[in-house]
Every structure is written in structure tokens, then in C-alpha cells.
């Protein structure tokens, strides 16, 4: 990804910060000027909880050329406390951690390097949630 | 908006064609498509591709196929909508037919995935999805379909050889023909004894890496007397839904696609009971499930049912997927589209051989962009 590009949406890669339609309550990732579910223009910007819980787990196994060096990982399906579902990928799990359901949090990691100039991208990852 | 007529078709077996090149492939089948309808000429030229720029860091397709087929001088644009980018051209083509602007357009589909590794192959599918979002993470296409994979098999109830159906089937359809990338049956035990891609989706639920083009000519009203090439009556209907699956009403549906075959089957003046034949977007085993219970062809959880009754066979109810579908006849992104739509027709005017189903009288095709959030639904009605 260019630097610019992943540098304009860092708040939701970094803190899950992003935007919550005033009329419908539908979420969006990154500053929208349009509701993608009602079409009103209204937002107000949101954290969303860092806890939730794992809906569904995948492994990749044949990753996209930026992620080769990183495979197999986690992809889950995580409902926030707020029942916002987002995608994300999952770090830290044992095997017997790795279950539907399981509870987890949101924690800053390095997702990916940029060639061996680039910059070091970083992101949520969620991991399991202990106590 | 004036009738449009599928006038001739061609296409390129589907494979690792080394030795020739993504515009080579799409010359070829075109050149059959307008040798099968007579024309020398057209209005207008479309192309569907989807990766081009990225494998072969090549745009601007429509200028170059329209000089390499000796027709400078005709407008030519490429047309892109992800997996669904030959459906996109056939519907821009049949636009301009039934606008009346045009009296006779070539459709071509093109893809040539073996010049990129597997990885970027999956980097070039990853562009259909949001590359902020899912691109970013890289929940890559396969991850999203397992997924819903394992939502489907919660919600519903069902075992993963409900799911893992759909490709026996698309292989059994697809044994022996000529233009299949893979023409040989594999048997369900095989399936789910394969290794996983992304589980619980297994390696034979997935379509495989290969090249091809198909090409279709377009005519309307006013040749149709004048073209002596057997002749199908096309319908097309297109919508959107949201990108992310899971952030659907209900992620197990592709909402997309049903308004799509709705508005098909009303244009056309069909009832969807008499469809004689479906091309299914199996891209994923998952995502033909999903198809044909959103589409209406099963209830909500029941398609791998149906398939396991036979209804979907050659001989059954719904002829499904007749020369092997994605999984089997092979999926070159930007041309399936047009693949699937060759086929029906090839299905409608009795020229299908040993796949050939009993004197069908409409045919449906299905082609998704990405996980659903683009539909294109095509109808052809034999005249």
C-alpha cells in the first residue's frame, strides 16, 4: 500500500477510530461522506470497544503476494461488545485458544513491511482475552 | 429498447497457455465468434479483463484488441466489474444494441493468470475486495469464503459435503469436454480429503489458475434476417450489494443476485420454473450454494440437498453448470463471464455435443464480482 494512502486511514488501523451514521447507526471504516445503508450525510467519529468475541476463524494458506512471508495466519470474525463486526486478523492464539466464540482484544501489531525500503505498516490484530 | 441476439460465439480450451499471450488468447476466440456469425465487421468492440494491468501491466486493451483483429477505426473499451468483468462487457454491448446505437458489437473476455505466481494470482483477486479494509489485513478472497463457509454450516445445520457437492458436480459436467481446464470427475470423497486452502474451504471447493478468452457477437433487430448463424435472444440485468459480506442483512444471502434474476426473469417474461439450464458462479463451493438459494433455484440451506438428489444433474430438473462451470471448465477471471454465456447458447441452439441437455428453451448465467457484490444475470431464450 502507498504511504500516503495507509497513512490518511491510520486511526482506524491504530485505534479502530472511525464513523457512525447519526440516522442509521451503520459503521464505517474510513471518513465517508455518504451512508453506505441510509445515504444521509450525518456522522459522528467513534472508538469502537477493543473486546468482543470470535464469531469465525479461518487459516490462510496461499496468502496475496504482500503476505507470502507471513503464511499460514488468522483471519476471524469478531462481533465488538457494541455488535459492530469487523474482519481482523487473529495473533497470540494457542490451538486450544482457537475456537468460535472464544473472547478476544484488540492489540496494536506490525501487519506487514513495505519491500525492504518501505515503511512498517502496523494495525489491530485481536488475541485472545485472559481473566 | 430494441431486441438483442447472440449471433456467434467462439472460445480457447482453458489452460496453461505458455507459449501465448493474454491478447493472442482474446484474438482467437474472437476471430471463431465472428467466423461462427458471418460478420467481418461490428460497431463496437468491448473487452472484459480483470488483472491485466497487474500480471501483465497492460491497459488500454480495447485499442490493442481492436488493432490486432485488423479493425482499427472501431471504438473498443475495456470493461472491468472484478470476476464479473466479461458479464460487465457483455452488458455494455448489449446496451448499445438495444439502444439501436449499434447494429452489431463483439463481446471479448480475456484472462491470462499463468504469467503471475500463485501469490500474485491472489493479489489480483484480492483487488476485488476493499483493499482499505480486507486488502489491508489480507483477508484474502478464500478466507472470506470460509467464513461464511462455517456460518452456512452453523446456521443451517449441514455437514461441509452439503457445500463440497457443487464440485463433483461441476466435474462430472465437465469430463470429456474439449475447452475444460480440468475435464475429468473427481469424486466427493476426493474433495473433502484434499488439503485445505482456507478452512474449512478445501482445495478441490476452489477454481484453479488458468488462461482463456471467449468471445460472443451481439446483433440487433435489424440483422437478425440477415445472419443465417443459429441465433439466441439475450436478456441482462445487473446490481451491487456491499462489499463486506458480514456487513449484510443477512451474509448468507447475495441480495445482489437475486435482484439481478428478478429483474431478468421479469424482463425476459420468464418464470423462473422454466429455466431449463443454470450457469453458476462456483468460484467457491460456497458461493454456488449460496447462488442458488439466493437466485430462488433452492430454499435457504437446501441446495446441496438438491444437488445430491440429482435435481442439478444433466438429466435433472436444473441442468447446472453443463460443461463444468468455474471449478472444472476453469475460471480466467475476466472471461468467465463470457464463457458462461457461450455455453448457453452453444446449450440453446443444440450444438452442445455429449453435454448437450434435452431441447432447452432458456438458459440463465450467473457471474459475481467479488464475494457477491457485483451480480450480472444473463438470460437467453432459444428462438
Known amino acids: ?131 | 429498447m430494441g431486441k438483442i441476439y447472440v449471433a456467434g460465439v467462439g472460445l480457447t480450451k482453458i489452460g496453461e497457455h505458455w507459449d501465448r499471450g493474454l491478447e493472442q488468447l482474446m484474438v482467437e476466440a474472437a476471430l471463431k465468434a465472428l467466423e461462427d456469425s458471418g460478420l467481418t465487421r461490428v460497431n463496437s468492440i468491448y473487452v472484459g479483463n480483470m488483472a491485466g494491468e497487474f500480471l501483465q501491466e497492460q491497459a488500454h486493451l480495447g485499442a490493442i484488441i481492436a488493432e490486432d483483429l485488423g479493425m482499427v477505426g472501431t471504438p473498443a473499451y475495456r470493461v472491468e466489474a472484478a470476476n464479473a468483468s466479461g458479464a460487465a462487457a457483455i452488458h455494455a454491448g448489449a446496451l448499445e444494441i438495444a439502444s439501436g446505437k449499434a447494429d452489431a458489437v463483439l463481446i471479448v473476455g480475456g484472462e491470462k493468470l499463468s504469467d503471475g505466481l500463485a501469490e500474485e494470482v491472489s493479489s489480483a483477486l484480492l483487488m476485488g475486495e476493499r483493499q482499505e479494509y480486507e486488502g489491508f489485513i489480507g483477508a484474502d478472497f478464500y478466507s472470506i469464503n470460509a467464513l461464511l463457509y462455517k456460518l452456512y454450516m452453523k446456521h443451517y445445520g449441514v455437514k461441509d459435503d452439503m457445500i463440497a457437492v457443487f464440485p463433483m458436480l461441476s466435474h462430472k459436467h465437465a469430463k470429456g469436454v474439449a475447452h475444460a481446464q480440468y475435464p475429468f470427475e473427481v469424486s466427493l470423497e476426493k474433495i473433502l480429503s484434499s488439503p485445505y486452502i482456507s478452512e474449512p474451504l478445501r482445495r478441490f471447493e476452489v477454481s484453479g489458475v488458468g488462461d482463456g478468452a471467449a468471445a460472443i457477437v451481439l446483433i440487433g433487430e435489424k440483422l437478425k434476417s440477415k445472419i443465417k448463424a443459429p441465433k439466441t435472444e439475450l436478456y441482462i440485468s445487473s446490481a451491487t450489494d456491499f462489499m463486506t459480506p458480514f456487513e449484510r442483512e443477512d451474509p448468507l444471502r447475495f441480495q445482489s443476485l437475486g435482484v439481478a434474476v428478478n429483474k431478468v426473469l421479469d424482463e425476459a417474461k420468464v418464470d423462473r420454473g422454466d429455466v431449463d439450464l443454470i450457469e453458476v458462479h462456483d468460484a467457491t463451493s460456497i458461493m454456488a450454494a449460496i447462488s442458488l438459494e439466493s437466485s430462488g433455484f433452492a430454499e435457504p440451506g437446501e441446495s446441496g440437498k438438491l444437488a445430491i438428489n440429482g435435481e442439478f444433474d444433466l438429466g435433472g430438473r436444473l441442468p447446472y453448470n453443463t460443461f463444468g462451470g468455474l471449478k472444472a471448465r476453469g475460471n480466467p477471471f475476466g472471461a468467465t463471464g463470457v464463457y458462461q454465456v457461450v455455453e448457453l447458447h452453444l446449450q440453446l441452439t443444440g450444438r452442445a455435443g455429449k453435454n448437450q441437455v434435452d431441447s432447452p428453451k432458456v438458459g440463465m448465467a450467473q457471474s459475481l464480482g467479488g464475494v457477491g457484490a457485483t451480480a450480472i444475470v444473463t438470460l437467453l431464450k432459444a428462438l
Open chain 1, 1 to 131: 500500500m502507498r504511504v500516503p494512502r495507509y497513512w490518511r486511514n491510520k486511526l482506524f488501523r491504530y485505534r479502530l477510530v472511525g464513523w457512525r451514521c447519526i440516522n442509521c447507526g451503520a459503521f464505517h471504516h474510513f471518513k465517508p461522506l455518504v451512508c453506505k445503508r441510509c445515504g444521509s450525510r450525518g456522522f459522528r467519529e467513534v472508538e469502537l470497544p477493543k473486546t468482543g468475541k470470535l464469531l469465525a476463524y479461518t487459516v490462510v494458506k496461499i496468502a496475496p503476494a504482500d503476505f507470502k512471508d507471513k503464511a499460514p495466519y488468522l483471519i476471524g470474525l469478531v462481533e465488538l461488545d457494541d455488535g459492530t463486526r469487523i474482519l481482523a486478523q487473529l495473533t497470540d492464539f494457542s490451538q486450544d485458544e482457537l475456537k468460535d466464540g472464544a473472547r478476544v482484544e484488540a492489540v496494536l501489531r506490525k501487519i506487514r513491511e513495505d519491500g525492504e525500503s518501505g515503511i512498517i505498516e502496523y494495525g489491530y490484530k485481536f488475541r485472545p482475552l485472559v481473566g
